[in-house]
């Protein structure tokens, strides 16, 4: 069917992994924000600092996938109106200041807000204050 776009469940990955999902251009990237059912997942508050710095990324992604990835955990609830941004077919990829890349998708700002996950410390930080962004670093043009 052409133009059909499935919506499908998010790719699982652990925390802190190697990040072999997409390309990394030769650079050591690790996961973060991968979540899916059965998974436990770390959970917490985190600071508005912070979930605004990880909304300004997740609106502007690196690699967009087709379709769309749903929230799992949202299944059979009534659904908020999903903007692209929001729509979890993208990557975000921050560096820290101890030079590790992270991936994550853009979801991650949904199950931070809605869910109460809690990424690592270190992506936090590296959101918060980040070295670089996935566009910084050449992975793809910067849009114009």
């Not at 990557?91 to 979801?107: C, D, E, F, H, M």
Request: proline letters at 7%; one cysteine or more; charged letters at 20%.
């Amino acid at each position: 069917m052409i133009g059909f776009w499935r919506t499908c469940n998010m790719a699982f990955f652990d925390d802190l992994t190697p990040h072999t999902y997409s390309p990394a251009c030769d650079l050591d990237v690790l996961n973060v924000g991968w979540l899916d059912e059965g998974h436990a997942f770390a959970v917490g508050r985190t600071s508005r600092r912070f979930q605004e710095a990880l909304l300004r990324l997740c609106e502007h992604p690196i690699i967009r996938h087709r379709g769309r990835h749903t929230c799992w955990f949202c299944r059979g609830r009534p659904r908020k109106v999903i903007t692209p941004s929001h729509a979890g077919n993208g990557q975000i990829r921050v560096l820290s200041k101890k030079g590790n890349w992270y991936a994550a998708p853009t979801l991650v700002y949904h199950y931070v807000t809605q869910h109460g996950y809690r990424p690592p410390a270190e992506f936090i930080e590296a959101v918060i204050a980040p070295i670089a962004v996935g566009a910084d670093h050449g992975w793809f043009e910067k849009p114009r």
